[in-house]
């Protein structure tokens, strides 16, 4: 089942970034959405997630509501000068299942806590979030998103400014709470390594050269598709039961 | 006599102008975390300032009416100031409220230009011949002066403040997320606009009627020098929102004490006092700095 659908979508502000386009979030599945920087991937994310309206086209809503979303921002986005704890980070998250005036119960911080257990960070929960790294900072924007009981999981680039194992390690964390949470997954990143071995399904965006194209990651997963991307050699290559991409020079 | 006794000897004069600074220290202190924490410091100055456009404005509008703003009961409600003062800063927290749809102007943009429009308002206002004469007068109910405050304005601050802690108290949750998280608070269905609204809507209520009560400079500094200072020595919300209350509450009432044993003004004592507090964070600052 959908749980969100594009239909003929022209999105942008005033102007279409992009040609016409159908895009659906899959119940289960992961989509990455897959562009170099400032190819129109935050652009397609908020209008898929309703918060900019589509200049043409239809947004459906199978379901008949939309998703509850848990939504990881990107994390230099957000103001390390705050003087919060991890925990009343998290507890964002609850913020729409309270509704307005109803204080955070007992209940929302257990809630919380179970959350940041489950990222492995529970014994951070009372410290100030300023003094996280950033490998930290962002586990506790995916326990907020995962507090918020999400049905949809939306990550903007979180594994940007990572290294590799940083990033495998991440986004092997996302891969077991999709599984426990049985959560669909919507990744944005212009990282072409946290594709592979991780999307289901991969949209490939980009605004300047008018592409966009969304199917299976296996038949996306292309060096031609890719190289048309990114304006660079690209080679795909299986690595024990992984897809590797190394990315070369200009084409 | 003592400085003490010379002073609680002529506490019917002090009691008014000390219970508004109080009052003033304490709330704008609470409110302050936010201006600070949203880096809307200059919002404060802003709303002061366009605030004093609406009571030019009412001064003017009466002087073309022919109406005597001395007289006792002349002026009518409609034109009465207070009113027009918080009008006009109820609309300028609306427009900062909203989110500028061009790359090219930032918030702190627009807050600069209704801070600048403002200020050449007054100006052009106040230098009227229509209201020349008066000019003292509205200046001080412009912009205060700590030192006389009628019983009417302490009324005023009072409920301008009940209502802002209201609001505050609330909606707590809801505008903590906004403030610190918009763009994830926007995708989870927490209103942004509406609570970013409300929380302007409250910080100018109580701006504009602490204006007129206290005046501008110790205004402004009590919405920014208490809760800066609380949050250079403190990492938890809620001490420091208790530190930022305290700090404003204590430079009010130790700034009116000491401007009237050493005569001096009491607003920009009130002010040098408040400044005080700031010297532990900054001990701090300069111990990290110097590892």
Redesign the interface.
Known sequence: MDLIRLERAVIGYRTPLLPPLDLAVRSGTTLGVLGPNGAGKTTLLKSLLGLLPLISGRRVLPMGRPPRVGYVPQRDRLDMSWPLTVLDVVLMGRAHLLGPVKRYSAKDRAAAREALSEIGIGDLADRPVHALSGGQHQKVLIARAIAAEPELLVLDEPTSSMDPAAERMLLDLVERLKNAHRLSIVLVTHQLTAIPGFATEVALVDKDRDLFEVGPAEKMIDPHKLELLYGREVRVAQVGDRTVVVIGGPR | MSGFADFWAGRDLWREPMIAGVLAGAVLGYLGVFVV?K?MVFVSAALSEISGVGVAFAFYLGAVEGIDPHAHGAIPLLLEPTWFSLVFACLAAAVFSLRP?HRKLAPETIVGLGYIIASALVLAILNSPRIAQEAHAVGDILFGNAVVVPRSQIYALAAASLAALAVHL?????L??VS??P????????GVFRYELLLNLATAVVISVGTRAVGALPVFAFTVIPAAAA?MI????R??IVLSVTFGVVAAAVGYYASWVEQLPTGATMVVVASMFLVPGLVRLLRRNAV
Not at chain 2, 234 to 237: C, D
């Open positions: 924490l880096r749809g609330l909606f707590f949750k809801e903590v997320f610190y998280d763009e994830t608070a926007v995708v989870q269905g927490v949050l403190t990492e938890r919300m001490l420091t």
